[in-house]
């Protein structure tokens, strides 16, 4: 078992930028999938970034590339999501996962079931 712990969110301006954190209580193996995922009111939970724990192989979502950024500390067991040029339409709740990756197949592949552990969720609001 892993706990996820989220923080970092809050309100800010379009244009302006958080840093969100995902602790683990454990080593997350190297392997497994680590991603971050939000979820707008009356929206369908979606897949922001991911990578592979220990790894440095990342991918985005459309809407936030060149403007998100996630990265690992692993010797903290950390995950982070640098958040740049945010923009009203980035409001949602916020969460970190992670899950044991399929293969040699992406992280992008996996959908939300197949990620086992989660964070609480952090609140990110973009106001114009």
């Known amino acids: 078992q892993v706990q996820l712990v989220d923080s970092g969110g809050g309100s800010v301006q379009a244009g302006g930028s958080l840093r969100l954190s995902c602790k683990a209580s454990?080593?997350?193996?190297?392997?497994?999938?680590v991603a971050w995922f939000r979820q707008a009111p009356g929206k369908e939970r979606e897949r922001v970034a991911d990578?592979?724990?220990?790894?440095?192989?990342?991918d985005y979502v459309l809407s936030v590339k060149g403007r998100f950024t996630i990265s690992q500390n692993s010797a903290e067991n950390t995950l982070y999501l640098q958040m740049n040029s945010l923009k009203p339409e980035d409001t949602a709740m916020y969460y970190c996962?992670?899950?044991?990756?399929?293969?040699?197949?992406?992280?992008?592949?996996?959908?939300?079931?197949?990620?086992?552990?989660w964070g609480q969720g952090t609140q990110v609001t973009v106001s114009s």
């Open positions: 996962a992670s899950g044991q990756r399929i293969g040699w197949r992406p992280c992008s592949a996996l959908s939300p079931e197949d990620y086992g552990y």
């Open positions: 454990r080593y997350i193996f190297n392997g497994y999938c």
């Open positions: 990578v592979v724990a220990g790894g440095t192989t990342t």
